[in-house]
């Protein structure tokens, strides 16, 4: 007898447990950190298909996007409630043991913020018509479909991924919203050999 009572207050105890670990997660990754994998090759060669990034969704509340920071946002969505990020939270996790995938999100470097006049001519990119000094870049910048110059509003930014040649961006889908953007990748979590802050 009394050791049932210990078998089923350590079942008790482990449930708990793993329940307390799991809302854990839900409140983690719905407003405060989240791991995401890169799934595109736009962002070479500065970020790899397959590396697994954390992203600090708090960043934004306090301090405002600047330019050369890499981001993740939502494709054609705003950012939801606590309510509504841990629905998403859930919905992702049954994704994945079903291997398909919910998430709608991009990762591209912010560019242009708002007050900036973006101008693309010559295969570079212009701030406020002085020409981006851009280490990361690989290949030339195309102006794509937008008409150039363009000045960025309120609450609004240009991105581009680092692979000018690949990447869908700005130049193909137009300014992105604040309420469209997640956060700011900080880290890289794997491969192991790749550990360590993003630039």
Do not use: C, H
């Not at 999100?105 to 900036?116: A, H, L, T």
């Amino acid at each position: 007898m009394i050791k049932n009572k210990k078998i089923i207050k350590e079942i008790s105890n482990w449930t708990f447990s793993i329940l307390g670990a799991f809302v854990m997660a839900m409140v983690l990754n719905s407003k405060v950190f989240a791991t995401v994998k890169v799934e595109q090759s736009s962002m070479e060669n500065t970020l790899f298909s397959n590396q697994k990034l954390i992203l600090n969704k708090l960043s934004y509340n306090f301090v405002e996007p600047k330019r050369g920071d890499i981001i993740i946002f939502l494709e054609n969505e705003q950012r939801g409630t606590i309510i509504d990020d841990t629905v998403k939270f859930i919905n992702n996790m049954k994704s994945k043991v079903g291997n398909t995938d919910v998430d709608k999100r991009m990762v591209k470097r912010i560019i242009g913020i708002p007050g900036d006049e973006i101008n693309i001519k010559g295969g570079y990119v212009y701030i406020n018509g002085e020409k981006l000094t851009e280490p990361y870049a690989k290949d030339q910048t195309s102006s794509g479909i937008l008409n150039f110059p363009i000045e960025v509003p309120n609450n609004k930014l240009f991105v581009l991924g680092d692979n000018r040649t690949v990447s869908s961006d700005s130049r193909e889908f137009g300014l992105i919203d604040y309420n469209q953007v997640e956060g700011k990748a900080v880290f890289r979590v794997s491969p192991f050999n790749e550990i360590g802050a993003i630039k």
